[in-house]
C-alpha cells in the first residue's frame, strides 16, 4: 500500500491523536499528493456528530489542521529535492488555523480534503483546503503552518 | 451540582461529540458563566496528544469552539431575560472558527477556557476565547456562532 505523509513521521513524532499512526485512539488521517495538491479521506465514525446527521465542528478543523501539517511537512521536502523521511525530518506545528463552515458537513459518507500550498518558506508554509462530502464543499480552511522549534523536537531515533 | 449550558440543551441537540452531555464518546464540555464571561475547564487525556508532553491543536480547536457555540446558546438567553433551557431552544452552529496558537499547550493540567461576548445580534454572536494552562494563554480563539437553521433543527421532545 503506498505510504502517505504520516507514515514517513520520525517515531519520536508520530503519536499526534489526529495524524500519528502511532496513536491507537487517534484519528489517523493519510495524506498524499495529487499532482500540485494534496488529498486525503476520512472515514468518520458514528459519535463524530454534531446532531443528527451531520459531523461535528471540531472534527472538520482538526482534520484540516493535520492534514494541513502534514502537507507543509511533505511540501518542504519537495521544495528542497529531498526524499520524504530523509533525516533530519522536517515538522510543522499549527501558527493559526481558521475554518469557514459553509454548510452541514453530512455524516456517513467519506470526507474528501483537498489542499493547495499558497504560500511556502523555509520555516512557515500556508495551506488551503477545501473540505468535500459527496462532491460539494462544506468547509474551507486555512492554516499557517511553522516548523515545529528545535527545542520541542524530541530526540530523532 | 451547578448545571452547565450544555446540560439544557434539548435532548434533541444533545448528541455533540465536542459538547453534548449524551455522547458517550465525547468530550463533554461544560460551560459556566462567571460575571460577563463564559469559563470551562477541560481535563484532557493522555491520547489528546500532539507531540510528548504537548496538546494536539485539533482538541484545542475542537473545545474553542463547542465552548463558543454553548456561550452563545446562554448569552441568547440571557440577552433575551429568559430562563436557560425554556422552549424554545437557543442552539449556535458555527459559522468561522480562528485559532491562534501562540504557544505549545501542555498537556496533562486543566485547560482553562474564558470567554468574552464580543457581539451579539439575534441570530449571530461573535466570541472571543482565551485558552489558559497554568496561568499561561497558549491559545486564542474566535469564533462567528449562528442560530442553527430551523429546517436542521430535529423535533424537540
Chains 1, 2 share one sequence.
Not at 484519528?27 to 500540485?36: N, R
Request: with cysteine; hydrophobic share 35%.
Amino acid at each position: 500500500m503506498k505510504k502517505s505523509f504520516q507514515d514517513y513521521y520520525p517515531e519520536t513524532l508520530s503519536h499526534c491523536y489526529g495524524c500519528g499512526p502511532n496513536n491507537t485512539h487517534g484519528l489517523q488521517i493519510k495524506s498524499y499528493w495529487d499532482g500540485d495538491e494534496s488529498i486525503a479521506v476520512f472515514h468518520p465514525e458514528k459519535h463524530h456528530m454534531a446532531f443528527p446527521g451531520f459531523v461535528y465542528g471540531g472534527l472538520v478543523a482538526s482534520i484540516i489542521d493535520c492534514h494541513s501539517t502534514g502537507t507543509a511537512a511533505a511540501a518542504s521536502y519537495r521544495a528542497e529535492g529531498r526524499e520524504i523521511g530523509s533525516l533530519p525530518p522536517f515538522r510543522f506545528v499549527t501558527a493559526s488555523l481558521h475554518v469557514d463552515y459553509l454548510l452541514p458537513t453530512p455524516l456517513g459518507p467519506p470526507i474528501n480534503l483537498r489542499s493547495q500550498i499558497i504560500e511556502i518558506k523555509k520555516r512557515k508554509i500556508i495551506i488551503e483546503t477545501n473540505l468535500l462530502v459527496n462532491d460539494a464543499i462544506t468547509a474551507k480552511g486555512r492554516v499557517v503552518a511553522v516548523q515545529i522549534p528545535d527545542h520541542l523536537v524530541p530526540e530523532t531515533s
